[in-house]
């Protein structure tokens, strides 16, 4: 099993910043990608960011400029560094990671249980 744990959410001001993290640990044999989403009350989960082993990222139109994704891959953590946050990204944050248990087995998709972000104007 693969278990993440995120951490960093809480309640911020509008201009603020934020900076979200999470843990990958368990039965990890690869990774391929990391990420994460974000859904708002009474919406449909959406990909804010995402970034491959080798550093590749990729945003969301909303967020670009403003949130940066990273991660370490000895660790088997991934960032979000949340800055000029607005009341629209008000939202709870999953963290998701594509990987393997095993040489052999099949890529899967791994979620976290959720981190909420609440910006106030």
């Known amino acids: 099993q693969v278990q993440l744990v995120e951490s960093g959410g809480g309640l911020v001001q509008a201009g603020g910043s934020l900076r979200l993290s999470c843990a990958a640990s368990g039965s990890i044999f690869s990774i391929n990608a990391m990420g994460w989403y974000r859904q708002a009350p009474g919406q449909q989960r959406e990909l804010v960011a995402t970034?491959?082993?080798?550093?590749?990222?990729s945003y969301t139109d909303s967020v670009k400029g403003r949130f940066t994704i990273s991660r370490d891959n000895a660790k088997n953590t991934v960032y979000l560094q949340m800055n000029s946050l607005n009341s629209e990204d008000t939202a709870v944050y999953y963290c998701?990671?594509?990987?393997?248990?095993?040489?052999?087995?099949?890529?899967?998709?791994?979620w976290g249980q959720g981190t909420q972000v609440t910006v106030s104007s």
């Open positions: 998701n990671v594509l990987g393997k248990t095993t040489r052999s087995g099949s890529l899967r998709n791994y």
């Open positions: 970034i491959t082993i080798g550093g590749s990222t």
